[in-house]
Each structure stands twice: as structure tokens, then as C-alpha cells.
């Protein structure tokens, strides 16, 4: 019998257990042997299915030598940190959705696992329940990754598609989305491109092997999006969502930003919806490649959790193809690459190219909307500088 703690009961954590519970056969035939929990870290007691198992005491499980794999599903950097170095000090696999923890201090994380011989993983921390961060490092393999982007962001996109298709009100749609265990403990993480961000954070240290630190990685939410865009971009044949890039640059650097962006009605990206993620790679060799699933959501979060739990306890010994070096060296600011910007401007059509040369335009009345031709952000900032902005957003392609 392999046992497991579980650090945390939120979504996530009751997730695991579910999972580990009622997928028991399935994953007793793959380990070919049962695999239980047996501690569960909560802060407070409750009643329910698991109450036996519930220890508000983590020393109890550092110490325990049946407990080989510990699930972190606290969130944040601070007990879920400290546990984290705890658990793999002592010797135990540790498998997380953590992606604040693992986008700040994964490098960290998995040198103290390697040291140690464990395994520290987190397949769960990018896309839920979609494999990603596994086929990237083995599959892929023997590709130069290039370009890593996607929608990493399931709560953003259930707002997105909620008010596209019904009309709703953002605050309405975010109800539902906190409602369905989708959005984070603060939301704001999710509206404002923080959490999009830490996960284009671990792809981007995944697929070009530095860290990107989050606080070098620009982020640009959805809570300013307008409904106006939305639609005049429609009209136009784009769908807006809110996308994290990872771009290999030529000359060695490397950049990273959230933005929402403009995506072309044929793009795959495009009908990507409700709590879906899709994250493209782009490698040298297999051109793109799209990886697609429910982004978020308590059972395909545990489903990754839960198949890393069992590669931690199938290996003998540790997975050598995950891991960075720390060294931030060599990232530049995402104003420098060139693509097409949306702007909607309070000014007219002659406005617009008197500021940014050709244009093509997308929307009169009033105002204006336009895409330029392909500039840096850099050149956006300054050729736009002297007229009256409402609204601007890069394209993608
Ligand atoms: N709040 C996150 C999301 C959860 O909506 O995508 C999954 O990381």
C-alpha cells in the first residue's frame, strides 16, 4: 500500500481525494498496489467524508515514513513553501498545483529535490487537468522551443466567453466562475493576468531553460476590456482573449508578457471557450503543436495531481529533464517585439494616419478603431503619444 498526505482541502485537495478514492482499481492496477490517503493538513476540522484523516499537525506527517508523497494544495509561498522544503528534506515526493510557488521559487525547489532524491512536481501548476508541462519536456524533447502562448487562464476565458455569448456583466460572470472552483482564493490574481502570468513563468523556464522571474514579466488583465472592443473586433473577425506569450528571440534573448490580445476567427485559439485552456508550442522541428483541456476546475486539476503522484511512486528514483537555471540573464521587455496593434481612438480615420501611416480601419462612428501595420510596442507608445487612446490591444499573427 503507498500512502499520501494531502497538505490543504480546498478545490483542489478535495479534488485529490476524490480521485485517489474513487479511481482506487484504475491506480492500484497501474502502481500494482493501493494507494491511500492517509493525512489530510487542514487548518480547521470539518465535518465530512475525510474528518479521520484530518491533522492540523504537519509534523506528524514530515515524520511519518509511510507518508512517501506529499500533495501541496495550500496555495501561496508561505506555509506552502515552508512545508514544501519540510516534505522534500525528509525524503518525500512532493506534487503540486502550485504555480505561484513553483514560478518563484521552483528552482530552488527542485535542486533541493534533486538533492535529496526525490521528485518535485507539478504538471497541475499550467493548464488543470491538461498534460502540458510533461509532453513539453519529454516529447518535444528534441526541439529548440521557440514560442510557447496560449490561453492559461480558465476564469478570465469563462468571463470572456460568458460575455460574448450572453451578454452577461463581468461581475455577474466572475460569480459564476468563483462559484464553479475555478477562480483563485483572490480573483483579482486571475482578472489582473497575475496567475496567467506565473504560468507563462514555468513554461517559459521549461521550454528555454533561465528563469523568468514574475516580477519581470509584464501583466495586463481583462478588467479594462470593453465591451465595445469586443464587439467592434468581432465584427471585424477576431475574437479578444487574454493570451500568455513566451517568445525565443532571435540572438539569444527571451521575453514574456499577459496581454489581452486580438486572435483571428480561424486561429484554433479563437474558439477556445468557457473554462478551456490551450497552450501552442511552437518547436523547431515540429512546427506548433496545441495541447487543449479544461484549465481549471477541482477534478482535471486533481487528475494531474494524481498522475504525477503515481510517477513519483512508479520511478525508481528522479525525473533529470525538469528544471532551470536561475540565472535571469538575457530577458528582454516585450515592447520590443513587433506585431499588429488594435487601437480605438476618440479622434477620426484622418487622426489615425496623420499618427501611425497605413491603417485598416475596422470601426467609424465617432470614434475609431484600427489596426496599424507591424510596429514594437515601443513604436506604439510614441507614434500614438498625442492622440485620445480608449483602447489598445496587440494582435496575434
Ligand atoms: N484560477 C485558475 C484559473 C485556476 O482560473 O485558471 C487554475 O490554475
Not at 450572453?166 to 466572475?174: I, P
Not at 529533464?321 to 517585439?337: A, H, Q, R, S
Request: glycine letters at 10%; a negative charge; hydrophobic letters at 40%.
Amino acid at each position: 500500500m503507498s500512502k499520501i498526505a494531502i497538505l490543504g482541502l480546498g478545490t483542489v485537495g478535495t479534488g485529490v481525494a476524490k480521485v485517489v478514492a474513487e479511481n482506487s482499481r484504475q491506480i492500484e492496477r497501474r502502481l500494482g498496489e493501493p494507494l491511500s490517503v492517509k493525512a489530510i493538513l487542514v487548518r480547521h476540522f470539518q465535518e465530512g467524508p475525510w474528518r479521520q484523516l484530518m491533522t492540523d499537525d504537519f509534523d506528524k506527517i514530515e515524520q511519518d515514513q509511510e507518508i512517501r508523497v506529499v500533495v501541496e494544495t495550500i496555495g501561496g509561498v508561505g506555509a506552502a513553501y515552508e512545508y514544501t522544503k519540510r516534505a522534500l528534506s525528509a525524503g518525500k515526493h512532493v506534487v503540486t498545483a502550485n504555480k505561484q510557488l513553483v514560478a518563484e521559487k521552483g528552482c530552488e525547489l527542485l535542486e533541493l529535490a534533486r538533492r535529496k532524491n526525490v521528485n518535485y512536481l507539478f504538471e497541475a501548476s499550467v493548464g488543470g487537468g491538461i498534460p502540458v508541462l510533461h509532453p513539453m519536456t519529454q516529447c518535444l524533447s528534441a526541439n529548440r522551443i521557440d514560442e510557447v502562448y496560449g490561453i492559461l487562464n480558465g476564469t478570465t476565458n469563462y468571463i470572456l466567453t460568458r460575455m460574448v455569448r450572453t451578454g452577461s456583466f463581468f461581475s455577474d460572470a466572475l460569480r459564476e466562475a468563483q462559484a464553479k472552483g475555478y477562480a483563485e482564493a483572490d480573483p483579482s490574481a486571475d482578472v489582473n493576468g497575475t496567475d496567467a502570468g506565473r504560468k507563462i513563468c514555468i513554461l517559459a523556464d521549461l521550454a528555454f531553460g533561465r528563469q523568468v522571474r514574475p516580477e519581470d514579466v509584464p501583466l495586463e488583465g481583462i478588467s479594462r476590456l470593453s465591451l465595445r472592443d469586443v464587439k467592434v473586433a468581432g465584427r471585424a473577425g477576431y475574437r479578444i482573449k487574454l493570451l500568455g506569450r513566451a517568445i525565443r528571440l532571435s540572438g539569444g534573448g527571451r521575453t514574456a508578457y499577459v496581454a489581452p490580445h486580438l486572435v483571428p476567427e480561424d486561429h484554433p485559439l479563437a474558439n477556445v471557450e468557457d473554462v478551456y485552456n490551450a497552450v501552442m508550442v511552437r518547436g523547431n522541428a515540429t512546427g506548433e503543436v496545441m495541447f487543449y483541456g479544461k484549465g481549471a476546475g477541482e477534478l482535471p486539476t486533481a487528475s494531474a495531481c494524481v498522475s504525477d503522484v503515481i510517477e513519483a511512486l512508479e520511478h525508481n528514483g528522479r525525473r533529470e529533464d525538469i528544471g532551470w537555471t536561475e540565472d535571469p540573464e538575457g530577458f528582454v521587455d516585450p515592447l520590443e517585439v513587433q506585431t499588429r496593434f488594435y487601437f480605438r481612438i476618440e479622434g477620426s480615420l484622418t487622426d489615425a494616419a496623420l499618427a501611425f501611416g497605413q491603417v485598416e480601419v475596422l470601426s467609424e462612428d465617432g470614434e475609431t478603431g484600427f489596426l496599424t501595420e507591424r510596429i514594437s510596442g515601443h513604436e506604439a507608445r510614441e507614434l500614438s503619444r498625442n492622440l485620445n487612446v480608449l483602447a489598445c490591444l496587440r494582435v496575434l499573427g
